[in-house]
């Protein structure tokens, strides 16, 4: 008697079906593992060409201490005028000339706004304890500072401070300076704990006083004035 064998050829459908599977699995696996392999490669060349630039950057403005960031760390706490700037911030910079001049001139004007703003508060016997500020990537800034009042210092120090800081009021009596004082002085005084946060409009008017400082130096009206519309966000 003979026996018909069936369901071989089903079996081998299956077991080739199985097998293109399985090559597909295999390919798309591979294809992955090379994506993020060029994806990792990718970030690793624009995080060295950051790197290279910002340190370009920072041979411009020597005060303040320039990093890539991603907002305001804590990790930059007790750390006085360090600047955190947006990595996608540094790669537009360095694909748009424009962009790159005007936010060159931009962190040239925080850092004489926060020069400015670092000598008022010696000169009224304050010790700067905490100042760290970062800028996105569309030139937004925010900052943070916390100062402490220097109980050490002795009568004849606090005296000759407050005389100074007298002079230096009497002898420059544009308005932008005297707002950008007033400004500071209030902040201060109205601060229980030494917290203080500067806002947009207050950072316009710290960096307008620093353009009047500057002024003796270079004619601040054949500078280009972009600091004065920097735009900042708490």
């Not at 060349?45 to 201490?65: A, G, M, R, T």
């Not at 704990?193 to 400082?213: V, W």
């Given at each position: ?36 392999g060029t994806q ?174 500057n002024a003796g ?18």
């Amino acid at each position: 008697m003979i026996m018909a064998i069936t369901g071989v050829s089903n079996y081998s459908s299956v077991y080739e079906n199985i097998y293109a599977s399985s090559r597909k699995e295999a390919a798309k696996k591979e294809e992955t593992k090379e994506t993020a392999g060029t994806q990792k490669s990718t970030e690793t060349k624009k995080k060295s060409s950051n790197e290279e630039y910002l340190n370009n950057l920072q041979k411009q403005v020597p005060y303040i201490k320039l990093q890539t960031g991603y907002g305001l760390n804590a990790n930059n706490d007790g750390k006085v005028n360090i600047v955190d700037v947006s990595p996608k911030l540094l790669e537009k910079m360095q694909n748009d000339p424009k962009a790159a001049k005007e936010y060159t001139q931009r962190l040239k004007d925080v850092e004489a706004a926060l020069k400015l703003s670092d000598n008022f508060s010696r000169s009224m016997g304050h010790t700067v304890v905490t100042s760290h500020a970062y800028v996105d990537e569309n030139g937004h800034m925010s900052h943070f500072a916390y100062v402490v009042k220097k109980d050490a210092l002795n009568e004849k120090l606090r005296k000759e401070a407050q005389e100074n800081a007298e002079k230096r009021i009497e002898k420059s009596r544009e308005k932008a300076r005297e707002n950008a004082e007033q400004l500071l002085e209030e902040k201060i005084a109205d601060s229980k704990d030494g917290t203080i946060y500067l806002n947009d409009t207050d950072m316009k008017t710290i960096i307008e006083s620093a353009q009047e400082e500057n002024a003796g130096k270079t004619t601040v009206k054949d500078q280009p004035q972009v600091g004065v519309n920097l735009d900042l966000k708490t």
